[in-house]
């Protein structure tokens, strides 16, 4: 049984990875809200990933770094502001968690650490300013620290388009809504957390041994497909 460090699990995408991996392992879950369900294998840490100082943990396997955020305007409304929060949660947070766990990562069982990106960072959309800039920085981390720690350990991002969560609720809050967010995907679908939830379990198990330093667009075809 290994232990996974899951920092925002108590919502959304993060919420279905810490429900997916309890069925076989042990996970640690960073949030500043406490995950609704219960588990024996489950420990739970209060914090904010940017103002508090982040546990000591003895030991882990891996580490899933889940915030994120959706913050779309035309570039006139964005403040620099917006800009850099939007960075700070996105890469910012992602880094201090790695820097914080990566000792004792290095000496987990096979260990890896998934972080998040979009498919706006490779598809330019309108009002994506923002968090395509921020995204793209978590997709350059993740090159350039799958290079310099190949021989040590794993990373990869995953590259979500629209999922069911609370936090893109705004953007699926109407049937009409729904319909042409579905329409918009080649494959007439977007995604539900468990449908994210099952990559982050593959890039963390065996099975992805041999793969590190990869962005996986889980596009439903939006980037991949024109038709």
């Known amino acids: 049984m290994k232990t996974y460090i899951v920092i925002g699990g108590s919502k959304g995408i993060g919420n279905a990875i810490v429900q997916t991996?309890?069925?076989?392992?042990?996970?640690?879950?960073?949030?500043?809200?406490?995950?609704?369900?219960?588990?024996?294998?489950?420990?739970?840490?209060?914090?904010?990933?940017?103002?508090d100082e982040l546990p000591n943990i003895e030991h882990a396997d891996g580490l899933v770094y889940c915030p994120g955020s959706i913050n779309l305007k035309p570039i006139k409304r964005f403040s620099l502001d917006d800009f850099r929060e939007d960075y700070e949660i996105n890469v910012i947070g992602a880094v201090k968690a790695i820097q914080q766990y990566l000792s004792i990562i290095k000496n987990g069982n096979d260990p890896s650490i998934v972080l998040f990106s979009t498919?706006?960072?490779?598809?330019?959309?309108?009002?994506?300013?923002?968090?395509?800039?921020?995204?793209?920085?978590?997709?350059?981390?993740?090159?350039?620290?799958?290079a310099e720690l190949a021989t040590t350990l794993r990373i990869n991002a995953i590259a979500p388009t629209v999922t069911n969560t609370e936090l893109a609720s705004k953007l699926l809050r109407n049937e009409k809504m729904i319909e042409n967010i579905t329409?918009?995907?080649?494959?007439?679908?977007?995604?539900?957390?468990?449908?994210?939830?099952?990559?982050?379990?593959?890039?963390?198990?065996?099975?992805?041994?041999s793969i590190s330093g990869q962005v996986f667009e889980m596009d439903c075809g939006i980037v991949s497909f024109k038709i």
């Open 21 to 51: 991996l309890l069925e076989n392992n042990k996970v640690i879950n960073l949030s500043r809200t406490i995950p609704e369900q219960t588990h024996a294998n489950l420990t739970h840490h209060t914090c904010d990933i940017l103002s």
């Open 119 to 146: 498919v706006a960072a490779k598809l330019g959309m309108p009002f994506h300013a923002s968090i395509a800039a921020a995204k793209s920085g978590v997709e350059g981390l993740v090159k350039s620290l799958g």
């Open 183 to 209: 329409e918009r995907h080649p494959m007439k679908k977007f995604l539900e957390p468990k449908d994210v939830a099952g990559m982050a379990e593959f890039l963390l198990s065996e099975k992805a041994s």
